[in-house]
């Protein structure tokens, strides 16, 4: 399969845990994007890469999120203490540097916290 | 800020018949603009876009999308549905912040589109 990959597809975690979650883009895509969707509602924005740079960062990206991407090459997004509030779907795209620019989303992984 | 707006929760239509799904935008400047596809325990999947040059995009599946600039509108349809289309339907619009925000989108809540046989 050379589409998004992201890992795991699920994590239930408890309150106040750390979870970590992976995405690993299409090979030559450049950049990636990481967003959270919850029940209802369409995906919203929390960060960009351009190669290893993360160029932007949503204002939903509080201090307990950090993303990397180390080499240009799969992404880790992390949450510390987790909140109940967290609890979403975290989706990772990624598109080419150049047109036609459209991204490819990866299936998500699903988190819960408890 | 770049936006974008459906105003249904949910469209139903039946096999065989056209269907519309509305979106409508509000930015500043020339809007960049896409539609997706949500499957169930599925990815979301690129359907069209629309950056410029001819106002009736076509995309995969036989979708397609007019550009409206005066009604600030981009309505995916298709000329036929068939029941395999059922789906949620994002529109999104690119966020162009500035420069460093590449082509990271602002989706709509989405519609659920439902094709009956």
């Known amino acids: 399969d050379t589409g998004v990959s992201q890992n795991p597809r699920h994590k239930i975690t408890k309150r106040g845990q750390n979870v970590t979650f992976r995405c690993d883009p299409i090979s030559e895509h450049n950049r990636l994007y990481w967003y959270r969707q919850t029940l209802g509602q369409g995906p919203e924005f929390l960060t960009y890469?351009?190669?290893?740079?993360?160029?932007?960062k949503s204002r939903l990206l509080s201090d307990r999120f950090s993303a990397e991407r180390p080499k240009g090459s799969f992404s880790t997004l992390e949450i510390q203490r987790t909140e109940q509030g967290d609890s979403a779907m975290y989706l990772c795209?990624?598109?080419?540097?150049?047109?036609?620019?459209?991204?490819?989303f990866g299936q998500g992984t699903r988190l819960t916290v408890v | 800020a770049q936006s974008v707006a459906q105003p249904e929760d949910q469209v139903n239509v039946a096999e065989g018949n056209p269907l519309t799904v509305k979106c409508t935008y509000s930015?500043?400047?020339?809007?960049?603009l896409f539609w997706y596809v949500q499957y169930p325990n599925r990815g979301l999947q690129f359907l069209l876009k629309?950056?410029?040059?001819?106002?009736l995009v076509k995309g995969s599946y036989g979708f397609e999308a007019e550009f409206n600039k005066s009604q600030t509108s981009f309505h995916l349809k298709k000329p036929s549905a068939l029941v395999s289309d059922s789906a949620l339907y994002f529109c999104a619009v690119r966020l162009q912040r500035n420069s460093n925000s590449g082509y990271a989108l602002n989706f709509g809540k989405g519609t659920s589109l439902l094709v009956t046989p």
């Open positions: 795209a990624s598109s080419l540097g150049r047109p036609p620019n459209e991204a490819f």
């Open positions: 930015v500043s400047g020339n809007p960049y």
């Open positions: 629309y950056i410029t040059g001819d106002n």
């Open positions: 890469f351009q190669n290893e740079a993360q160029l932007e």
